[in-house]
């Protein structure tokens, strides 16, 4: 659906729930619903702990469902040239992406080993808690060039202003890591019908949804429901979050 189109299907569901206090719903309160709507979607569909036990990729139609945010590497994103910060860690900066980061798919990384030449390995996510376990004194899940070991975490970017964060990775010291291949989740394309005043002064533009067009009633039915919510129509918000239930 256009923006337009987004815009009527929502006005056209609510009239159903026949309450005045829908009737003057200005453009950008729609948006900013819709927005909501969208970033309830994705995370939904993204969630690898949710009741069903399925996750991104846990079936067709969930994979197909944010196929369109899916950033691939190096065609889509290319390699990224991580930084030294010293004691055998390279960071990669999110705010570096090509695009605005929301979710990790996929990691790959490119060793190179003096003598040795380079490997291409999937490093591995870690806890915090877990690290100096594992930098010190797990032989079997230590940093290792011949076992292709490399462990991950998230955190805090080296960058004062930059509160996108990193992605921080860890060798022995024996090799070095000279290219990051991320592939990941982005984040939607923030929904406006345009024309209208944002708050921080600046005019809205004309912004398409980016999910593939197959969500975009579901994301109008979520939409629905969270203005039922906020007016307070229980009956109505039962009735649409047993759709949303179906469709998921």
């Not at 197909?64 to 040239?81: E, G, R």
């Not at 990384?109 to 030449?117: D, P, R």
């Not at 998230?154 to 004062?160: D, E, H, N, P, Q």
């Not at 906020?230 to 109505?236: E, K, L, T, V």
Request: glycine fraction near 4%.
């Amino acid at each position: 659906m256009t923006i337009e189109e987004l815009h009527y299907d929502l006005k056209y569901k609510l009239d159903k729930v026949d309450s005045l206090d829908t009737d003057n719903l200005l453009p950008a309160e729609i948006d900013w619903i819709l927005n909501e709507a969208i970033n309830l979607f994705v995370k939904q569909r993204y969630d690898k702990n949710n009741p069903k036990k399925l996750g991104f990729e846990g079936n067709q139609k969930r994979i197909d469902d944010l196929k369109t945010l899916v950033i691939k590497s190096p065609s889509q994103q290319p390699a990224i040239v991580p930084t030294n910060v010293g004691n055998n860690t390279y960071e990669v900066k999110l705010s570096s992406l090509n695009y605005e980061y929301l979710f990790l798919v996929r990691l790959t990384t490119k060793l190179n080993k003096t003598n040795c030449g380079y490997k291409v390995v999937s490093p591995e996510e870690s806890e915090h808690d877990d690290l100096n376990t594992i930098l010190l004194n797990d032989p079997f899940r230590k940093p290792s060039f011949e076992w292709q070991r490399v462990p991950f975490v998230f955190g805090r970017s080296s960058t004062t202003l930059d509160d996108l964060g990193s992605i921080y990775l860890y060798t022995d010291g024996t090799f070095t890591i000279t290219e990051v291949y991320p592939e990941y989740l982005k984040t939607p394309n923030k929904v406006s019908f345009g024309g209208y005043t944002y708050l921080d002064g600046s005019i809205a533009t004309k912004t398409e949804c980016d999910l593939p067009k197959e969500a975009h009633r579901e994301i109008i039915d979520i939409a629905v429901n969270e203005i039922s919510r906020i007016i307070d129509n229980p009956n109505f918000m039962q009735l649409k979050s047993q759709k949303l239930q179906i469709n998921e």
